[in-house]
């Protein structure tokens, strides 16, 4: 496994593999998901569009589509897995993926986060989360604001169950 990645590893994943992509962001990755109207002309993309995708952005192909991973020149894994645990996992073997960006990249829009002063954020986010967080992030792209809370714990808690570093 990489300790030093100098480029992280970019994906894009299929229409079948939401739940995968979305993982794959919480654990910091630049991962396009095929049915996200942001990820192309607003509208859904199709397998041509994918293909050229992840061709010209050097994004790792995730499919159940054995036909589209054969095309020409594109780097990619067949997902067979229907358990997303499972498509993690090996994803996070195949890529050498690693916890160190854990969220910090939006979940919705797969920006990256850019820290933000706790006084920004008075009024936007509810106050009993204001009193009890210190640190927040937000999404350059949609505004979304994050914390470190109950969610965050519950999906590292998950994450620890992935054997990654
Ligand atoms: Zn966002």
Known sequence: ??????VPPKFIADHM?????RWLRIL????LFAADSAAGAGQALDDAVIARLAQAEDRWLLTRDRQLLRRRGLRGLLIEAENVEAQLAQVVRACGLTSQRLFTRCLVCNALLEEIAKSAVAGLVPPYVYRTQAQFRRCPACGRIYWRGTHWRAMSEKLKSFTIS
Request: proline fraction near 7%.
């Open 1 to 6: 496994m990489p300790e030093n990645e100098e």
């Open 28 to 31: 910091g990755y630049d991962t």
């Open 17 to 21: 593999l939401g739940r995968l992509a």
